[in-house]
């Protein structure tokens, strides 16, 4: 038994450790996209092999423009490298370029449980009253998401975290196929999920997400804002009449201040309380104008770097084209292996 157990651990410890994580195409990005996972890329590609992936697949769960959609993905390439992704240390590729998600896609849609998609918060809101009539991609993407994951047999994700349930979700199908088939084939891959700044929330209302399809523009800061816009939609942030409170316990009743500090807190890298400590009582304009400064500066050399970034398509060509192949270089192999594990390759 010694021996068996010995044996499974080490197999368990052979796993590469390995980051993945993707982002959609769609509309811009905005601070809740940086702050909630980008930024948390950066210092994971020093420690671990790592992967970050522009999911086209994803986007198109809901209708795109096909030129729109090109463009955006040129955006987040370039969002990822001006944030401080080293093309040298990490694998930069668009999904729909490494075509063995698609493959084990297939393969987990047979292996998950419609149950469990019945569970999906996200596919529950996106769909709302109009369930008989989106897409059956839309459904079915958090099996292509657990693909993305699975396919580089990843063991960490870092994620916002709108994207956890997701997460439990791909670890049910890790567990389901290794059990299925009798092998340790897949890690099961560990969230990476910031305490604070996973869950932005909109400028306007405390209670949403700041999300790319909020109908208020004011919502969100774009990662393309000029100094002026960003400026405005602080300005315009909703806050309460009276000052920041005392303590945390009344900030807590307070979402949309909880939400000022935590994009403060988060933007420099400082111990919430303690940027808590320092506005607490204080008005909300002497917050607002700090915090102006602090977005600006922080976003103004990221947008300066994006712009340039997209100008070159042929370097953001060159870096998702060798991206892709690095990457399809580990899923072929990983396709491989489930081909022989479930009987498909003759
Ligand atoms: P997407 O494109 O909606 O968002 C990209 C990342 O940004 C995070 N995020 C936020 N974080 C904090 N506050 C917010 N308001 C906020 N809004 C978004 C998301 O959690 C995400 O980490 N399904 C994923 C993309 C995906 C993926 C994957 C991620 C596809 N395959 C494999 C990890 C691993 C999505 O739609 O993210």
Redesign the pocket.
């Known amino acids: 038994l010694l021996k068996k157990c010995l044996k499974i651990m080490s197999k368990k410890d052979s796993f590469v450790q390995r980051v993945?994580?993707?982002?959609?195409?769609?509309g811009g990005?905005?601070?809740?996209?940086?702050?909630?996972?980008?930024k948390n890329f950066i210092p994971l590609q020093e420690k671990y092999e790592s992967l970050f992936?522009v999911?086209d697949l994803?986007a198109i769960t809901v209708w795109q423009d096909p030129n729109e959609l090109l463009l955006n993905k040129r955006e987040v390439a370039a969002a990822f490298i001006a944030s401080g992704i080293d093309p040298s240390k990490s694998i930069i590729f668009n999904?729909s370029n490494v075509p063995e998600h698609t493959q084990l896609s297939w393969v987990l849609n047979c292996v998950a449980r419609i149950g469990w998609l019945n569970r999906m918060t996200?596919f529950k809101d996106k769909a709302g009253k109009n369930r008989e009539n989106v897409s059956v991609g839309l459904y079915t993407?958090?099996i292509?998401?657990?693909s993305?994951?699975m396919i580089y047999k990843?063991t960490h994700?870092?994620?916002?975290?709108?994207?956890k349930q997701?997460?439990e979700l791909?670890r049910d199908i890790v567990l389901k196929f290794n059990n299925d088939f009798k092998v340790n084939l897949f890690p099961m891959p560990e969230p990476i999920i910031?305490e604070k700044?996973?869950?932005?929330?909109?400028l306007r209302d405390g209670a949403k997400?700041?999300?790319?399809s909020d109908a208020s523009e004011y919502s969100?800061i774009m990662l393309t804002d000029s100094d002026d816009e960003i400026s405005k939609k602080i300005k315009k942030a909703k806050t309460d009449a009276k000052p920041l409170p005392d303590t945390i316990k009344e900030l807590e009743r307070m979402p949309e201040a909880n939400n000022l500090l935590t994009i403060f807190s988060a933007f420099e890298e400082e111990k919430f309380d303690l940027v808590f400590k320092r506005y607490q009582g204080k008005n909300f304009s002497d917050l607002k104008k700090d915090l102006i400064e602090i977005v600006i500066n922080k976003i103004g050399p990221i947008r300066q770097e994006m712009i340039k970034l997209t100008n070159d398509e042929k370097y953001l060509e060159d870096i998702l084209k060798s991206g892709s192949e690095k990457a399809e270089h580990i899923a072929s192999g990983v396709l491989k292996e489930v081909y022989d594990a479930t009987g498909l390759k003759f």
């Open positions: 993945l994580s993707g982002v959609q195409p769609t990005l905005h601070i809740g996209n940086y702050l909630g996972a980008i992936c999911v994803h999904q996200q993407y958090p292509l998401m657990a993305d994951i990843a994700v870092p994620v916002g975290e709108d994207q997701h997460l791909t910031m700044a996973a869950r932005i929330m909109s997400k700041m999300s790319k969100r």
